[in-house]
């Protein structure tokens, strides 16, 4: 699936229909280049699901956790990570052991050592919007289309 968002407010009513179609526990992926709106994406699913705080890439910390309505999120940011066995230190694997979405951004830096997404999405710079592009989702693309 691909989608034109030209605006931010494109991103942000994608980031609704996006929070209401994920399951209670899953993976996302986060692909794109500095700047494409990764974490401009997680900020509106965050917003949507009723979070009201600043909203800060993980770049420095490699995660932030959110607990919202009784569920968890948490947004990765592996851009930093020098080598993929340091998600290791980190306690990686009991991040998904939980009911929780995981964002990650920059999973590639993570190869090896991350499981398969149930979803995956790429931002890409498109003059002043964003092409995003899905290419799996959890239950099938038909489900966030709508």
């Not at 509106?44 to 699901?49: C, E, I, N, P, T």
């Not at 956790?65 to 290791?88: N, T």
């Not at 190869?111 to 989702?137: K, V, Y």
Request: include cysteine; aromatic fraction near 10%; glycine fraction near 10%.
């Amino acid at each position: 699936m691909k989608k034109n968002l030209r605006n931010l407010r494109e991103t942000e009513a994608f980031a609704v229909r996006l929070w209401h179609s994920l399951p209670e526990q899953c993976i996302v992926f986060l692909h794109g280049d500095l700047g494409a709106g990764k974490t401009t994406l997680v900020r509106g699913v965050l917003r949507a699901a009723g979070f009201a705080g600043t909203v800060k890439s993980p770049t420095f910390t490699l995660v932030e956790e959110y607990r919202i309505q009784g569920r968890i999120i948490y947004h990765f940011d592996l851009y930093r990570l020098a080598e993929p066995e340091e998600l290791e230190w980190i306690g990686m694997r009991d991040y998904f052991a939980e009911p929780a979405i995981c964002f990650i951004e920059w999973p590639e830096k993570g190869a090896g050592m991350l499981p398969q997404p149930d979803c995956s999405i790429t931002l890409s710079i498109q003059g002043d919007g964003r092409l995003l592009e899905i290419d799996r989702f959890p239950g099938g693309l038909e489900k966030i289309q709508q």
